[in-house]
């Protein structure tokens, strides 16, 4: 029998239907790969008993005909997600050994539809990061390597743990959130397919906030059309969340293969910063001629405001995390280093509770907000904000489909190689996608070729609210041309 | 509104060491809106609850957790404004006030700050001397309440009890329109009139639903405002009176000894009826208000006002008014009988087919002098309007005297029952047979020659005259009956 992790969700779907294996022996599979690769540092918590429990139950739906949209199909959770009876850290030690009494809605919808959980993924802590360092259970790598060099990489972040885990089989999906990037740079920077869906489309409700303005929980995956099948179950409109989309779920598959013959696609010229990676380039060039040879119809658009997006973000983003991250005060749950009065308290156990990054971008946040600030700061930003939103409904109301970018600047660094210094050479690998979020687009990035180490790169999609229909349908059109990239086991 | 500063009238000023002081307050009232659920939480509001009880996974702040607005909180505060005749802001923004306490389990309230959801409106308040003031409302806006802290539980410990946090407050803000702690108190009281009859407050001060933080300021009338200070939290209509006449008087002995005020917050000690330091401007938080990411702003249609407008209850000026105009009552008994909803509905179950005036006397002096004497509300009235009214109908058919009415009232006071029973089986019925008085009146005048003649001189003697015949009769006589009998009998005209 061929190795059952490395098939696509669609396939896996398709034979557990036909009967050709169980769920249980998928899931078996999934948690022997997930054993080989913890080296990788993908999990930060496996959950074998309740994957097993779940895989049965998906048996016995299955045996009955009854099975759902994913049933059986074993998924890897980042720790952001609350997870009902399962440690929840976001990889703080803030959180302790938090464990939730409650579900979030995205992954209640995954278990619904019939997934089986297989643990919680590494992240940046609570999300802040690039790279996959900020952790407090430590990096994560990627299961990719320079050609002849043994030195380990980054995944990227925030949802580093995701990424490693679908790129090295260790999980058949995984979900993942992006704030600023956090699910499309590692995609790009592991050789899959990750999509941030329209601010709205998925709930919040139960993810651990970073920047309520931002964040947006979406799938990974190994194809686009796993990518779409796994996002048919994450969307949902949620009462318990008021920013979610009272609109219909689209069938996302079905927009997988539709020629994008006629379609418009935009070039931004703002895109091409200056010291770009001749590879890069080449690689956004290799992308707009396959787009065309598929009869789609290019158009170099701008984005005039494109270069201020990323300080614009390094405001708003910490601004809303500062006080978000105000609950975790040592009071309720979590840590708590007793001091001898309340602020003692909450200095000692915030001080222990943070890492450098959360502390920093904290700081960042209130001071943008504080008193004689806010105007020239908060009140700039969210201004840049709508400037950055209105650039791209122009591009779409003259009659540009999407809009094609690369999706980071550079492939994957190595581990320890930009944590050390300056933090502003951290955030530049967000360049290319902080816009999307600003402007609560939805944003694809698929895996389109190699750089001369044998790296993965990625190209970005990005569409209109609520059009991820056509996101996959581009994208499908890259991958075809491009075709997959896996990387060769080195661990286990 | 209110573009004219109002000035005290010289009554109202404090005599100083320096000449007369003007006294300015401004009151920002945080009332408890009535509703079963708190405003961003589906977790019961219930009073009284074991500590911890009603705390949803949003009240709690666990990770993840997004607030949802509860519209029931909104329509209260639509109808809130509609009743304070204020500007009804159709789109309201929901920002959040950072600060670190342990009964805030956020790190941050969630309040309005720039864009409340109902702007600028007034209410009337009546004064005792008859004087009508109008006294502008600046705002009010939504936000969550606190949970509680408790000390003194544990020597080393502080407990908290979460079932407040989160509960809807309606914070209402004045203009400093108020000139004296008397003005403040009716404010006060006028505000909770209004909020009960509309039912969004219950106005209870004891639970603690209704406070008000007291901004106080003192100057020279004619010259710019002084610095003003502001005492948090007091909880009692009479404590907010005691609070400003004592800052008032601090404020002026700072300013007479060559001191300046400093801008800060102070808390009022009921115990030692004064005010003291809680933190100065300086130590002020920052409060970083920015708006709330999780929520939308809160935006709702002309209908939605329409439909409550449409429902407001009559309010009490209007009801006042319509006494006064209906029932010939005095604007100051129309005033009283107004103060609660169920009272002037108990005075209009009275007054109904009666003599109004007869009606509103017996409410105001009887009923509600005795009710206040044993403290208790209209609710709790061992005396139903049909009594009332009953005993109200034997004075008008002289079935009864007034005097002895008040016998009656206390009867059934104590032991219930049908008035109109009583007075037949106790034998309370006034005496008009002509002979029975006759003959009581020929008896005095008998007994007594000597004031015989002094009556003829000075006819007012013949009060004592039907006092003491009024005395033999039990007071059962119909006094205008003895009245009439004895002046023929004088020969007074």
């Not at chain 1, 300080?311 to 009071?331: C, F, H, K, M």
Request: charged letters at 25%; one cysteine or more.
């Amino acid at each position: 029998m061929t190795d059952l992790t490395h098939l696509s969700i669609a396939d896996a779907r398709d034979q557990l239907k036909a009967k050709a294996f169980t769920a249980t022996e998928l899931t078996e599979a999934y948690l022997a790969a997930m054993e080989k690769g913890r080296s990788l540092g993908a999990y930060v918590l496996e959950t074998p008993e309740k994957a097993r429990a779940m895989a049965k139950a998906s048996d016995e739906r299955l045996a009955r005909g009854e099975g759902r949209a994913l049933e059986g199909i074993p998924l890897g959770v980042k720790d952001l997600f609350c997870t009902e009876g399962v440690r929840t850290t976001a990889c703080s030690r803030i959180l302790g050994n938090f464990v939730p009494s409650y579900e979030s809605t995205v992954t209640a919808n995954l278990w619904a539809d019939g997934a089986v959980m297989l643990g919680k993924l590494n992240n940046d802590e609570f999300a802040m990061g690039s790279s996959n360092e900020t952790s407090a259970f430590g990096p994560v790598t990627n299961p990719w390597r320079r050609q002849g060099d043994n030195r380990s990489l980054v995944p990227g972040g925030s949802s580093g743990g995701s990424a490693t885990a679908v790129s090295a089989w260790l999980c058949a999906g995984a979900t993942g959130t992006d704030t600023g990037g956090s699910i499309r740079q590692p995609a790009a920077f592991t050789g899959i397919v990750g999509i941030k869906p329209t601010y709205g489309r998925c709930s919040r409700w139960g993810i651990v906030a970073f920047a309520s303005s931002l964040d947006q929980a979406g799938p990974f995956a190994r194809t686009v059309r796993d990518a779409a099948i796994l996002l048919k179950s994450f969307a949902s409109v949620d009462p318990k969340d008021t920013t979610s989309a009272d609109r219909p779920v689209p069938d996302y598959e079905a927009a997988v293969g539709r020629s994008v013959k006629g379609m418009v696609i935009g070039i931004p010229k703002e895109y091409r910063v200056d010291g770009m990676p001749a590879e890069i380039e080449a690689l956004w060039s290799q992308g707009i001629a396959w787009l065309k040879a598929a009869g789609a119809e290019i158009r170099e658009i701008s984005l005039p405001h494109t270069k201020y997006a990323l300080p614009a973000y390094y405001i708003v983003a910490p601004a809303e995390a500062s006080s978000n991250l105000a609950r975790y005060d040592g009071i309720r749950y979590g840590l708590r280093v007793p001091g001898n009065d309340i602020v003692d308290t909450y200095e000692k156990s915030r001080a222990a509770g943070f890492g450098a990054e959360v502390r920093r971008r904290i700081m960042i946040g209130t001071y943008v907000l504080s008193a004689g600030y806010y105007d020239a700061y908060y009140v700039r930003a969210q201004k840049v904000r709508t400037l950055i939103k209105r650039d791209f409904e122009l591009a779409f109301e003259a009659g540009v489909d999407a809009v094609l970018t690369p999706a980071t600047p550079s492939a994957a660094f190595g581990i320890g190689e930009k944590s050390g210094g300056d933090p502003v050479e951290m955030y530049l690998n967000d360049i290319f996608t902080v816009t999307v979020n600003m402007a609560g687009l939805p944003g694809i990035a698929v895996p389109a070729g190699l750089d001369s180490q044998g790296l993965p790169l990625g190209l970005q999609l990005i569409g209109r609210p609520f059009d991820e229909e056509t996101l996959f349908q581009v994208a499908q059109v890259i991958e075809d041309a491009a075709g997959h990239f896996s990387p060769t086991p080195w661990w286990g | 509104m209110n573009a004219v500063v109002r000035t005290a009238k010289p009554s109202q000023l404090i005599r100083g060491a320096t000449g007369d002081w003007e006294i300015v307050i401004g009151l920002e009232v945080h009332a408890q809106v009535n509703s079963e659920a708190k405003l961003f939480s589906g977790a019961s509001t219930t009073f009284g609850n074991d500590p911890n009880s009603n705390v949803s996974l949003v009240d709690a702040a666990m990770p993840g957790m997004l607030p949802v607005i509860n519209v029931e909180c909104v329509r209260q505060a639509v109808r809130t404004g509609l009743g304070l005749k204020a500007a009804i802001n159709r789109r309201s923004i929901f920002d959040r006030k950072n600060y670190f306490y342990p009964d805030l389990p956020q790190g941050y309230q969630i309040s309005q700050y720039k864009n409340p959801i109902v702007g600028e409106g007034r209410i009337l308040i009546d004064m005792p001397d008859g004087e009508t003031i109008e006294v502008g409302v600046e705002r009010l806006h939504l936000e969550q309440d606190a949970g509680k802290s408790i000390h003194d539980q544990s020597p080393v410990y502080s407990f908290v009890d979460l079932n407040r946090s989160g509960v809807a407050l309606m914070e209402i803000v004045s203009k400093p329109d108020l000139r004296s702690s008397e003005e403040a108190k009716a404010y006060v009281s006028k505000l909770r009139t209004i909020l009960r009859y509309l039912g969004t407050c219950d106005g209870d001060m004891e639970k603690g639903n209704l406070r008000a933080d007291v901004n106080v300021s003192v100057h020279k009338p004619g010259t710019p405002f002084g610095t003003r200070c502001e005492i948090k939290n007091v909880n009692s209509i009479r404590f907010i009176g005691q609070a400003i006449e004592y800052e008032a008087r601090r404020q002026i002995g700072i300013v007479e000894d060559g001191g300046t005020i400093v801008q800060e917050t102070r808390l009022f000690d009921p115990g030692k009826g004064e005010t003291r330091s809680m933190r100065s401007k300086e130590e002020a938080h920052d409060y970083r208000y920015f708006p709330d990411p999780d929520l939308l702003p809160l935006e709702f249609s002309q209908d939605f006002v329409d439909a409550l407008a449409a429902h407001l209850p009559e309010l009490p000026d209007e009801k006042k008014a319509r006494f006064v105009r209906d029932y010939g009552v005095t604007p100051y008994d129309a005033m009283v009988l107004t103060l609660e909803r169920a009272s002037a509905d108990y005075f209009e179950a009275v007054a109904k087919g009666r003599d109004a005036k007869a009606a509103a006397n017996w409410v105001i002096n009887e009923l509600f002098g005795r009710l206040n004497k044993e403290g208790k509300g209209i609710e709790a009235s061992p005396v139903s309007a049909d009594q009332l009214g009953a005993i109200v109908d034997l004075i008008g058919d002289s079935t009864i005297s007034g005097k002895i009415a008040k016998d009656l009232f206390e009867i059934v006071w104590a032991e219930g029952g049908d008035p109109r029973a009583i007075v037949e089986t106790r034998g309370l019925k006034q005496v008009t047979d002509t002979g029975a008085i006759e003959a009581a009146c020929d008896a005095v005048i008998a007994a007594n020659p000597d004031k015989v003649q002094q009556a003829k001189a000075k006819p007012t003697m013949i009060g004592w005259f039907v006092g003491q015949v009024m005395k033999q009769t039990g007071g059962k006589a119909n006094p205008q009956a003895v009245n009439d009998m004895l002046k023929g009998k004088l020969g007074i005209e």
